[in-house]
């Protein structure tokens, strides 16, 4: 099946500083990935739409100054938390469709900032 | 109001026994159902899509009931392998959402007990 490939899967980093984090499509092409994140105990909640040539569109609180998203290829998205603060502590995890049965996700980012 | 909400659990469940769940969708256009399965720490994977006359795969039994806006998972023979947290995602499709745009559950949690 499809493979959505994220990486890297575990990132400590201080605060203030910034971290990216790649969703990769390794078997198909992308024109639209999606960003999540997770707290625990809690469900993914829809961070962006990442489009492929445009900008990303945000949901409903999500700061897109703080979370840049970019997707510049039909295999690749990067979202790139900039200044880091320990309530950005989380799991982000990106997920794409290559047809209209499934979506695919990738393994998850678990993003720590100390 | 969430959009999807789920009975958290957990669902200690003796193995072999049969456990069912609920999930409760608030937009009424939506178009496709999904149910995922999320181990600790891991990316949500596929379990099985929802149709609208159910369908079942092998111990897995899915419905929709579109009246009363939710959709339901059973797992029969329960096994230790079971254990997870289910999550539900709900496309809501008819609102030109992109596909693959989810709205998920916080999970039910199960615990299948030798």
Redesign the interface.
């Known amino acids: 099946g499809a493979v959505v490939s994220q990486h890297p899967s575990r990132v400590i980093c201080k605060s203030g500083t910034s971290v990216k984090i790649e969703c990769r499509s390794l078997d198909f092409q992308a024109t639209t990935m999606f960003w999540y994140r997770q707290f625990p105990k809690q469900s993914l909640m829809l961070m962006a739409t990442s489009n492929e040539g445009s900008k990303a569109t945000y949901e409903q609180g999500v700061e897109k100054d703080k979370f840049l998203i970019n997707h510049a290829s039909l295999t690749l998205s990067t979202l790139t938390v900039t200044s880091a603060h320990p309530e950005d502590s989380s799991f982000y995890i990106c997920s794409a469709y290559d047809t209209y049965t499934e979506a695919f996700f990738g393994q998850g980012t678990r993003l720590t900032v100390v | 109001r969430k959009e ?1 909400e789920q009975d ?1 659990g957990p669902f200690n469940v003796p193995e072999g026994a049969t456990v069912a769940f609920n999930c409760t969708y608030s937009n009424s256009a939506s178009q496709s159902f999904f149910w995922y399965r999320q181990d600790c ?6 379990l099985m ?1 929802v149709y609208s006359s159910g369908n079942e795969d092998g111990r897995f039994t899915a419905q929709l009931n579109r009246a009363s806006q939710y959709i339901s998972l059973l797992i029969r023979d329960s096994k230790l392998s079971d254990s997870a947290t289910y ?1 539900c995602a709900v496309n809501g499709r008819g609102r030109t959402d ?10 039910t949690q199960v615990v299948v007990t030798p």
């Open positions: 999807v958290p720490r891991k990316e949500p994977k596929l899509s999550l992109s596909w693959g745009k989810f709205q998920f559950g916080a999970g």
